[in-house]
C-alpha cells in the first residue's frame, strides 16, 4: 500500500509549524519569559533557537525524509540495525508522556473556552478570585478529566483520519485562523492605555538577568517549542515530498514559531502591565491573570473568546503530532490499521493523563522525587528526556551517518545550490557545537 504523505507544499509546512507552535508559545514562553527577566531571556532564547535548534531541526528534518519511515525504523535501518533503534524508540515513547499531561493543559483550554463562551469572566471579579475559579477547577475531581478526555478524543480522531485528509486539512484551516486570532489580540492589546510598560518588559533587556539558569530555561523553552528530541519533526518529515528544501522548510518552521511566540508576548504583557498586574505569575499567567485582564477590559467577553480558542487550536495541532510518532510507529511496524493504533495510544495516553490531571486534587499527595505526577512528567520531560532525544540525534546525524549521505538529503541530491554553499556550516554545528552547546547547557543549569 501506498505510504500517506502531506499533499502539498504549504500543508507540509503547517502542519510543521502547526506542531511546532503550541501551548509552549501561548502559555509556556510568555510565563517564562516573565519569570526570567523578560527581553534577556528572549534574546538568548532567540540565539539558542537559531544556532542550536536550527541545525537538529534540520538533522531530524533530515533523518525523517531520507528513511520516509517512522522515527523507530529511520534509526534502524539508517543504523544498520544497530542499538541506535533503541534511541527510536526512545523518540516514539517520549512525545507519548508529553502528550499524556499536554492533554491535560489541552482539557483546560477547552474549559476555558467553554468558561468564556457563557461570558463567565465579569466585571466584579478580582484577580483572587480568578485564581480561587482556577484552583477549584484543576483540583477538581471529574470536570478536568472530562476536559481531558474531550480533548484527547478530537486529537485522535484527527489522527485516525491519515496525514492527507486529517493533520494537513486541520492544519491548513486551523494555522492562518490561529494566526489571524493571536495578531488581533496583539494589536488590541498594544492600544490599552500603559501598554506600553508591557512593550518595554519584552523588548529592552537587562542583561544582568543573564546566568547560566538563563540558558537552561530557554534552550528547554526552544526545545519543546520547536519539537525538538522526539520523533515528532522526524515523522513529519518522513511524510514530506523530496523535492522540497529542506532548509526552507526547517527555517520557516522555526521562524514561524519564534514569530507566534512574540505575537503571544505582545498579545498578553501590554494587557497585564496596563491593568498594573505581576507578569511573574507562573504558569497561571494564561488561566489566572489573563481572565482577570479580560472581565476588566472593554469588549474582554469577545476577546477572551478568540483568546482560549487560539490556545485551543494551538494545542490540537500540536498533540496531533505527538500522536502521530506512535501511529506511525505502531501502524508500519506491528502492522496495525490506523484506526486500531490510534485507539490503543489514546487509552495509554488517556491512562496516564487522568493521574496528571488528579495530582492537583485527590492524588496531589502522591509524590515522584518530590514532585507531583504532573510536575514530575513535566520536568523530567522538558529538562531531561528533550535534552537527551536532541543529543542523540544530532550525535547520530553528525557522527553515525555518513556526511555524503546528509549532504545528498539536505541538498536534494545536489541540485540546491544554497543549501550546498550552507552545508559546511550547518555539519560544523550538527558535529561540534550543537552537542557541546546542549551538554554545558544542561550541566550549567544543574549548578
Ligand atoms: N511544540 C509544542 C508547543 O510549543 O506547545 C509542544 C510539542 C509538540 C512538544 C510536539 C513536543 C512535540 F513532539
Known amino acids: ?26 502559555w509556556r514562553f510568555p510565563y517564562l519569559v516573565g519569570e526570567n527577566g523578560g527581553a534577556a531571556f528572549i534574546i538568548v532564547y532567540i540565539l539558542l533557537s537559531f544556532v542550536i535548534c536550527l541545525p537538529i531541526f534540520v538533522s531530524e528534518f533530515v533523518v525523517g525524509r531520507k528513511s520516509q519511515q517512522n522515527a523507530y525504523a529511520a534509526f534502524r535501518d539508517l543504523s544498520g540495525g544497530s542499538a541506535w533503534k533503541w534511541v527510536g524508540m526512545f523518540t516514539v515513547i517520549v512525545p507519548l508522556i508529553v502528550l499524556s499531561y499536554y492533554s491535560v493543559i489541552g482539557g483546560w483550554s477547552v474549559e476555558y473556552l467553554l468558561k468564556s463562551m457563557t461570558f463567565t469572566f465579569t466585571d466584579t471579579d478580582t484577580r483572587t478570585t480568578m485564581g480561587t475559579m482556577f484552583t477549584d477547577f484543576v483540583s477538581s475531581t471529574w470536570m478536568p478529566i472530562i476536559m481531558h478526555t474531550a480533548f484527547l478524543l478530537t486529537t485522535t480522531l484527527i489522527v485516525m483520519v491519515g496525514i492527507k485528509d486529517g493533520i494537513e486539512k486541520f492544519s491548513k484551516v486551523m494555522m492562518p485562523l490561529l494566526f489571524f486570532m493571536v495578531l488581533a489580540i496583539a494589536v488590541y492589546s498594544l492600544t490599552l492605555p500603559g501598554a506600553g510598560r508591557g512593550v518595554d518588559y519584552l523588548f529592552k533587556p537587562d542583561f544582568s538577568k543573564i546566568d547560566g539558569h538563563t540558558f537552561a530555561a530557554a534552550l528547554g523553552q526552544a526545545f519543546f517549542s520547536l519539537s525538538l528530541g522526539f520523533g515528532t519533526i522526524m515523522t513529519y518529515a518522513s511524510y514530506v515530498d523530496k523535492k522540497e528544501n529542506p532548509l526552507f522548510q526547517s527555517t520557516a518552521t522555526a521562524v514561524s514559531d519564534l514569530m507566534f511566540a512574540l505575537i503571544a508576548g505582545v498579545a498578553i504583557m501590554p494587557a497585564v502591565f496596563a491593568f498594573g498586574l505581576n507578569p511573574q505569575s507562573g504558569p497561571g499567567l494564561v488561566f489566572e491573570t489573563l481572565p482577570y485582564v479580560f472581565s476588566q477590559m472593554p469588549a474582554g467577553g469577545v476577546i477572551a473568546i478568540a483568546f482560549f ?14 500522536l502521530e510518532v506512535a501511529v506511525a510507529y505502531l501502524v508500519e511496524e506491528k502492522g496495525l490499521k490506523r484506526v486500531s493504533a490510534s485507539l490503543i495510544v489514546f487509552a495509554g495516553c488517556w491512562v496516564v493523563g487522568v493521574l496528571c490531571s488528579l495530582s492537583f486534587g485527590p492524588l496531589s499527595g502522591v509524590k515522584i522525587a518530590g514532585l507531583s505526577i504532573f510536575d514530575f512528567f513535566d520536568s523530567i520531560s522538558s529538562n531531561i528526556l528533550m535534552t537527551l532525544g536532541s543529543l542523540m540525534t544530532v550525535l547520530f546525524v553528525g557522527w553515525r551517518l555518513k556526511k555524503t549521505d546528509i549532504y545528498d538529503e539536505f541538498t536534494n541530491g545536489g541540485t540546491l545550490s544554497a543549501n550546498a554553499r550552507m552545508f559546511g556550516v550547518l555539519w560544523f554545528l550538527i558535529r561540534y557545537v550543537c552537542p557541546l552547546a546542549i551538554i554545558v547547557v544542561f550541566v550549567s543549569g544543574l549548578i
Open 1 to 26: 500500500m501506498k505510504r500517506d504523505s502531506f499533499g502539498s507544499r504549504f500543508g507540509a509546512l503547517v502542519a510543521m509549524a502547526g506542531s511546532a507552535v503550541g501551548l509552549g508559545n501561548l
Open 309 to 322: 480558542m487560539a490556545l485551543l487550536v494551538a494545542a490540537l495541532t500540536s498533540s496531533i503530532s505527538m
